[in-house]
């Protein structure tokens, strides 16, 4: 919500909140809900678009180098993160807000999306990070049991690589966290406290 409306919001108490003009209240949390949703979108279709891109690269790459098998596994992870962004994204089509709806089930309908975003990126570890992690410790894997006979260089080789990979998935994850502190959470609370009041008895 914008501050002004914001303002006026937060000064009423809970039982003079529902005076403000329902009509104004509707059309602030649609424009907010589209926003959101357009803001979603733009993110899936930069996720999924490198990710199918960097397919036939990975493929490229993999043939000009004469990269060993598991160099391969990145394309069935890259595959796997387009399609579970493009099958999530249309199952939540199903919470989107449609024209004629009142303010109530708006309302509940950005609610349901912003729970469903925080609750992606809270388990973006699973779904999204460990899949690329897995297809690169394979690859320095094999590169670590190819050169074996170096011994101790060989494990050291591999230890800081895995070091690494595990700094920037980390960052990433944290990144992910810290969007859901500073942006999810506080819009689903403001949300909560919106629907809380609409469902309050002999309100609607």
């Not at 039982?15 to 589209?34: K, Q, S």
């Not at 004469?66 to 992870?77: N, V």
């Amino acid at each position: 919500m914008d501050d002004e409306l914001k303002s006026a919001w937060q000064s009423q108490s809970p039982r003079t909140r529902l005076t403000l003009d329902a009509g104004l209240l509707l059309d602030e949390v649609r424009r907010n809900e589209r926003q959101f949703v357009a803001m979603i979108y733009c993110r899936d279709v930069r996720e999924v678009g490198v990710a199918l891109v960097l397919v036939p690269i990975w493929i490229i790459m993999g043939i000009k180098m004469s990269l060993p098998w598991s160099w391969y596994l990145g394309i069935p992870a890259l595959l796997w993160i387009a399609g579970f962004m493009i099958v999530d994204r249309i199952r939540q089509r199903r919470h989107q807000s449609a024209p004629g709806d009142d303010l109530r089930r708006t309302v509940g309908s950005s609610l349901a999306q912003v729970e469903h975003q925080i609750w992606l990126l809270r388990n973006v570890a699973w779904w999204y990070l460990l899949p690329i992690f897995a297809a690169f410790m394979m690859f320095a894997g094999q590169g670590a049991w190819q050169s074996r006979d170096d011994g101790l260089k060989t494990l050291a080789e591999f230890v800081a690589i895995t070091a690494v990979f595990a700094a920037v998935f980390g960052f990433i994850y944290w990144l992910n966290q810290y969007a859901v502190r500073m942006h999810l959470e506080p819009r689903r609370k403001e949300l909560q406290a919106l629907l809380s009041n609409l469902n309050e008895p002999g309100e609607d």
